[in-house]
């Protein structure tokens, strides 16, 4: 019998995908025992985009959620996303910083960290995979699914097989735009088992429509673990859905051991989430849809809509399908990223600029520069030469790993943070997003204090990862 298992996704990527990552901790509360009982492999439920999030909309602090979450849900391990040495900002941290970041993180209740780099550059996710294991949390290399002429099943084994290597635990498969296709996933998946030890785990999400037929092929050939999300919030933009999945493994060689009547009674709670955040608007329709234009253009959904906005602002909409055809090239100029941020903004925002300007590589963005240098890490294949010499000149290019040129930093942050420090965690927010962990300091202060002081909301352009 080769029990699939379930990662439940519904308090971290399910909300973050449809719903701007606005699920509040009362929101889950009244359903952690029920999550907790089900049997899941482990609960999503920290880090991404829902520890920004939870300060800045929802003037939260995220570590208290986790302990929350935690106290709520003894039996069920909690796992978290972390964006390797950039954690969970957008910048690469000295190792001081990633280190103590993992620690307590672990500390206050995760058990497995799933560890990407935007740009499968996996010294990037050595520094956080050691801490992890180091403070014996399970520690899941992952591998940033893309579709590019030198991405081919044999690399992604290849690559799985270096996350094993280096001392994975798991290693996922990680299709944050929803293009893998399900013979391709069979293919891949089967290669991977053949080649490794570690349990294998994929994660897409349902945009493009095939999701619950990839999870359905990869699992026959082997998948041991699989991430959903309870339908209320599943289907669009989010995983496919929970339940339709446990039903129909059910009484076959890969039953997952759980149960509708459970999952139904769960469900039940968010259903009422769903409906109020349609009526709110908070979820729109446009993200419950099935997109086919991911399929065609391999562009996620989020960057699609991101060109169209941006042609938008220029008054160049009639341009999009110039730019569509753009992109693949400038993305072949830059050593063929995996589009994921920050690297699909970098190469969307450029496709527009060469469109816009009529000539390729007039206009540069510091971030295109940023990673023609090399400062975001190595590309999966070489970078054109004139190009970069046409941007960069004779400016150096670096070949190490980016955080070498960190130097430790904890202390000087802990120094910059002092008069807001309540607990030691708040190093690490402030270490992160210093603006929006000093307003939200201050409003915590304030709140003591019996002071009202809001937080303001500000649009936020988070994509599916
Ligand atoms: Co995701």
Redesign the pocket.
């Known amino acids: 019998m080769t029990h699939v298992k379930i990662t439940e996704t519904i308090l971290r ?1 399910a909300h973050q ?1 449809l719903a701007a990552t606005r699920m509040t901790i009362d929101d889950m509360m009244p359903a952690l025992k029920d999550l907790d009982a089900v049997g899941y492999n482990a609960l999503e439920c920290w880090g991404g985009a829902t520890f920004d999030s939870a300060m800045r909309f929802l003037n939260e602090d995220p570590w208290e959620r986790l302990r929350k979450i935690r106290d709520a849900c003894p039996n069920t391990k909690l796992q978290m996303l972390l964006r390797g040495q950039n954690l969970l900002g957008y910048k690469h941290y000295a190792d001081d910083v990633v280190e103590y970041f993992v620690a307590r993180s672990i500390a206050n209740g995760i058990d497995i960290i799933r560890i990407f780099d935007a740009l499968n550059d996996y010294r990037n996710i050595e520094k956080s995979m050691n801490a992890c294991r180091k403070e014996g949390g399970h520690a899941q290399g992952c591998i940033a699914y893309t579709i590019s002429p030198v991405h081919s099943v044999e690399k992604f084994v290849k690559d799985a097989k270096q996350l094993e290597e280096m001392g994975a635990d798991s290693v996922c498969i ?1 299709d ?1 735009a929803g293009l893998l296709l399900p013979y391709e996933a069979f293919e891949m998946v089967k290669a991977m088992k053949e080649t490794l030890k570690i349990p294998i785990e994929l ?1 897409t ?1 349902y945009t493009s429509g095939v999701g619950s037929m990839t999870y359905l092929k990869a699992i026959e050939a082997g998948c041991d673990i699989v991430d959903t999300a309870l339908s209320p919030l599943a289907l669009g933009s989010s995983q496919p859905p929970t339940e339709p999945l446990v039903a129909t493994l059910q009484g076959t060689e890969f039953d997952t051991g759980l149960s509708l009547v459970d999952l139904t009674k769960v469900a039940e709670h968010f259903r009422g989430l769903r409906e109020k955040w349609i009526a709110s608007g908070l979820i729109s329709p446009k993200v419950l849809g099935v997109d086919v234009n991911a399929l065609i253009y391999q562009v996620p959904g989020g960057m699609l809509s991101n060109l169209v906005s941006q042609l938008k602002q220029a008054g160049k909409e009639d341009q999009l399908y110039e730019v569509l055809e753009e992109v693949p090239r400038v993305r072949k100029d830059f050593g063929y990223p995996p589009l994921v941020t920050p690297s699909s903004q970098i190469v969307g925002t450029q496709s527009v600029m060469n469109v816009i300007a009529g000539e390729r590589y007039k206009m540069v963005p510091k971030e295109s520069k940023a990673m023609l240098r090399g400062e975001y890490g190595k590309a999966p294949a070489p970078i054109n030469s004139d190009v970069q010499k046409k941007i960069l000149g004779d400016e150096p290019v670096i070949t190490h790993r980016p955080a070498d040129d960190i130097e430790p930093e904890l202390e000087n942050i802990k120094r910059q943070a002092a008069e807001y420090i309540e607990q030691e965690e708040d190093v690490l927010t402030y270490a992160m997003f210093p603006q929006v962990a000093e307003k939200f300091f201050k409003w915590r202060r304030a709140q003591r204090h019996g002071v009202d002081d809001s937080v303001g909301s500000v649009e936020d352009g988070y994509q ?2």
């Open positions: 990527d995908s990680k944050m994660h999400h599916p990862t």
